[in-house]
């Protein structure tokens, strides 16, 4: 038993509610957002050092013997994941000081912030599938507001998109979770691990393994669900793009992950061949997107789609390298998306436009902003020693140890396709013509690009030291691979 | 507009205390019964909102001068505080406490933490559902 793995829940409420009261007082909004997602991270960094020393933490709500309350578990994944998130709403926030505007600063922005925050954090910690439907409403009620924020016509517009895909998703979501309770008699994730064995009639488990697919499926933005993303995420402004692009789709990839791992693992042969087709599909429909468009934000959303389908793959080859290169590419991806997305918004910002072909030649104004770019370009492709490689290396590796390792070829053909809708930005914008740019004052510039530099240069770091992040990353694949560990810690407290 | 509405004004005034009375019962029923903070807070809003309905809403923020996300903030505040109060105690989150005692007029009572909880959630349901109603109720 233990209280601290419910700190990075319950601080980032706290601060939300207090922020709450004073909507008005720009100042202090700001600096208690800013202490709440920083105490939230101190939290979180903890909780993975205990993680790390004491093994799989769990807590039981409420005092409730372990199957009968709502479980609370912390493994060294969603540890792991809880500290990623965390930095990304802090560098979220500051980058927020400068972007986001006084009138939505005023009018509850912050507390939205750490709602969902509340939400992603509580969903990766969850160890009850029925409390992860509830903590993804928090965190889908917080992008509601979020992705509304503000009121002009294109976010009006495609929030009610967002709205009805969601909606639609999460009542499928609570009868999938009946479904599953009327087959096993238990919605604690340990004990469906323990129940699901020892059920003889796999098909009827298939199918729910399947609706469960499609409703994370739905968040994760898979292949064909991914329909509704590329217009919602573009709406909203880049602050909030980057929280979006970073944090939603992930919490729908964990819960695949999670749930793929733990118990839908009774008829491998069906389930996670088609979760490793959908994932290549998802990869393939991802690159024709990055390619298509001269928008820079729509580039960086479709890249978002293919690091889905990358992840994805590893997860369904369900081998020691697959799986572990999928937490690593995992947690790449999230740091290395929030950096690109505060990227793009400098460089909308400069040209007052997000059309590649209205830019040029930014590279002689702003020389350390290119070189910046070209680095987290070079991250999201994957080439060594940067954050995306050791990732990909181990998925690939895995993909050609199972049965599918075409879809490591694919893997691999696709990078360059990455690698070139990546380095298309920096060709327009940063290359030809010098374009006139908006005049900007050095301060707010600075403002925008020292919490982008931080986070570029975390993701080089997480890069360049993947050895010393290594250990976590295989203990949390250990976990992932051998149920028994998880389960002893929620059952056996 | 409303040309003859004495008869609905006349009503509200006795059934809106019928309707506030009838909240408090729920709410405290709760717990062991049918009932809680939920409900309670539903049907405050309710009796709140026929005042706004018979009356009008400046007259009835007049009376009631409360500014409803704030009260949302210090219900949540509230349910945070009475949960979080097990991490200070070294029991898992969530833990209520309760006792039996024997109060003058009511005889033996059960007082149980769960009720601070639910006073938390009556203030937000309250606040929300009057912010929501206030919000798509307003001229401008």
Redesign the interface.
């Known amino acids: 038993?233990s209280?601290l793995l419910?700190f990075p829940i319950?601080i980032p409420?706290?601060f939300a509610?207090?922020l709450?009261?004073f909507?008005k007082r720009l100042k202090l909004q700001r600096i208690l957002a800013a202490i709440g997602a920083g105490v939230t991270l101190i939290s979180a960094i903890v909780l993975l050092a205990k993680v790390d020393a004491d093994g799989v933490q769990a807590?039981?709500?409420?005092?409730w013997p372990a199957p009968f309350?709502i479980s609370?578990v912390s493994d060294p994944l969603s540890a792991l994941l809880v500290v990623t998130s965390s930095i990304i709403t802090l560098f979220v926030v500051f980058y927020s000081f400068p972007t986001i505007g006084v009138k939505r600063e005023q009018s509850y922005y912050y507390p939205a912030v750490l709602f969902l925050m509340v939400g992603v954090n509580g969903a990766f910690t969850t160890g009850d599938i029925f409390n992860l439907f509830v903590f993804v409403e928090v965190l889908l009620m917080a992008s509601y507001t979020l992705i509304v924020h503000g009121g002009e016509k294109p976010q009006l517009r495609e929030s009610i998109k967002y709205l009805l895909v969601n909606i639609i998703s999460s009542a499928l979501f609570v009868a999938a979770v009946a479904f599953l309770y009327s087959v096993t008699g238990t919605l604690n994730m340990a004990d469906l691990a323990v129940k699901i064995p020892q059920i003889e009639e796999t098909g009827i488990l298939t199918v729910i393994a399947v609706m469960f697919l499609v409703v994370f499926g739905f968040k994760a933005a898979i292949f064909p669900l991914y329909f509704w993303l590329p217009g919602s995420y573009y709406s909203p402004p880049i602050p909030i793009l980057a929280l979006f692009g970073a944090l939603l789709t992930k919490v729908g990839v964990y819960a695949i992950m999670r749930t793929y791992t733990l118990f839908f693992t009774m008829n491998v042969g069906f389930t996670h061949e088609l979760l490793g087709i959908i994932a290549i599909l998802t990869i393939l429909a991802g690159c024709v997107g990055a390619l298509a468009y001269f928008d820079v934000k729509k580039i960086i959303i479709y890249n978002i789609i293919i690091a889905v389908g990358v992840i994805l793959f590893g997860i369904a080859q369900l081998n020691q390298p697959g799986v572990d290169g999928s937490i690593f590419y995992l947690l790449h991806d999230m740091l290395i998306k929030a950096a690109l997305f505060f990227l793009v918004g400098i460089v909308a910002v400069l040209f007052g436009t997000t059309d590649l072909r209205k830019m040029g030649g930014l590279i002689k104004t702003y020389p350390v902003l290119g070189w910046t770019y070209l680095v987290a370009a070079f991250g999201l492709a994957g080439i060594p020693p940067l954050s995306g490689f050791p990732g990909k290396l181990l998925i690939v590796q895995g993909g050609f140890e199972g049965p599918q390792f075409w879809g490591s070829i694919v893997i691999l053909a696709t990078s360059l396709i990455v690698l070139l809708s990546a380095v298309r930005i920096f060709i327009y914008a940063f290359w030809g013509e010098p374009v006139e740019t908006v005049p900007l004052k050095g301060s707010v510039f600075n403002q925008m690009f020292i919490p982008t530099v931080i986070l570029v240069a975390i993701t080089v770091v997480f890069g360049v030291g993947a050895e010393l992040f290594m250990p976590f990353i295989s203990g949390a694949g250990e976990v992932l691979l051998n149920p028994s560990i998880y389960i002893d810690a929620v059952l056996k407290e | 507009m409303r040309t003859n509405d004495v008869m609905l004004q006349t009503a509200t005034k006795v059934v809106t205390f019928i309707i506030l009375m009838f909240a408090v019962h729920i709410f405290f029923a709760g717990h062991y019964t049918p009932g809680g903070g939920f409900v309670g807070g539903l049907l405050t809003a309710s009796a709140i909102v026929l005042l706004m309905l018979s009356f009008d809403i400046e007259t009835v923020n007049k009376i009631l001068p409360f500014n409803y996300v704030t009260m949302t903030a210090i219900g949540l505040l509230l349910a945070i505080a009475t949960a979080a109060a097990s991490i200070i105690f070294d029991v898992p989150f969530f833990t209520h406490a309760y006792d039996y005692f024997d109060l003058p007029l009511f005889g033996e009572t059960s007082l149980h933490s769960a009720m601070l909880f639910d006073a938390g959630v009556y203030l937000v349901v309250v606040g929300v559902t009057m912010t929501i109603i206030q919000t798509i109720g307003e001229d401008e």
């Open positions: 038993m209280n419910l319950i409420l706290f509610v207090i709450m009261i909507p807590v039981t709500l409420g005092s309350g609370m």
